[in-house]
């Protein structure tokens, strides 16, 4: 089973800072997505990125994918207090969709 | 539009007693549905996926079961509660052909 690593865990930052939350997997990722979810709610998708060194934007977010298809990043400029949240990432195997850990974001104001 | 419903929201329950969530999904057929736990705010851990009526698979051993008695109804059950089956239970469809997963509101559940 394919494991997926996100990094860091937790990350404190004031709003108007930029951050960037990592997916990193031990094989290939056929695709890879992120969520984002809210306390108290389930995970909302944000992107699916599938091509190896692909980027997608989604306003202040930059999502990319490596070029060996094996780990993913999600870049946010000028943080604002409406991104806290929690980060996952997941990947689709068999069926199956399988989550990281996530990386719990908190922006201060 | 396709929607996705879990009840109940929140449920305190004894240790040594019964459980049942349930799931159901409208507006699309025959959708893959998945149950997910998740503890304290941290990554979702797949319990049970299907993918049709009574065909079930399992990801941990564990104190729960999972029925697909119809086509877009999912119940994740127990007979006896542990302390340890606290956490946030999540409900999830996906269509066949599809990589997107949408999420029901979730359920809390704390075993006391």
């Known amino acids: ?109 | 539009s396709q929607t996705i419903h879990q009840w109940p929201a929140t449920l305190v329950q004894p240790v040594g007693s019964p459980l049942s969530l349930e799931c159901t999904v409208e507006g699309t057929s025959n959708p893959n549905l998945y149950w997910y736990r998740q503890a304290a705010g941290r990554g979702l851990q797949l319990l049970f996926y299907s993918i049709g009526i009574d065909q079930i698979s399992s990801e941990v051993p564990q104190n729960l079961s999972a029925s697909r008695p119809q086509d877009r109804q999912f119940i994740l059950s127990s007979k006896k509660l542990l302390l340890s089956d606290s956490g946030f239970y999540l409900c999830a469809w996906r269509k066949r052909s599809g990589n997107t997963i949408y999420f029901g509101e979730g359920s809390w559940l704390t075993v006391v």
Request: one cysteine or more; aromatic letters at 8%.
């Open chain 1, 1 to 109: 089973t394919q494991l997926l690593e996100q990094s860091p865990q937790f990350l404190s930052i004031q709003e108007g800072e930029n951050l960037t939350v990592y997916c990193n997997s031990s094989s290939v990722f056929s695709s890879l997505q992120w969520y984002r979810q809210e306390p108290g709610e389930g995970p909302v998708l944000l992107v699916t990125v599938v091509t190896g060194g692909e980027v997608k934007k989604l306003k202040r977010l930059t999502f990319q994918f490596g070029d060996a298809r094996k780990d993913s990043s999600l870049h946010i400029t000028a943080a604002q207090t409406g991104d806290t949240g929690l980060y996952l990432c997941a990947e689709g195997q068999g069926g199956k969709l399988i989550f990281g850990q996530g990386t719990e974001l908190s922006v201060k104001p």
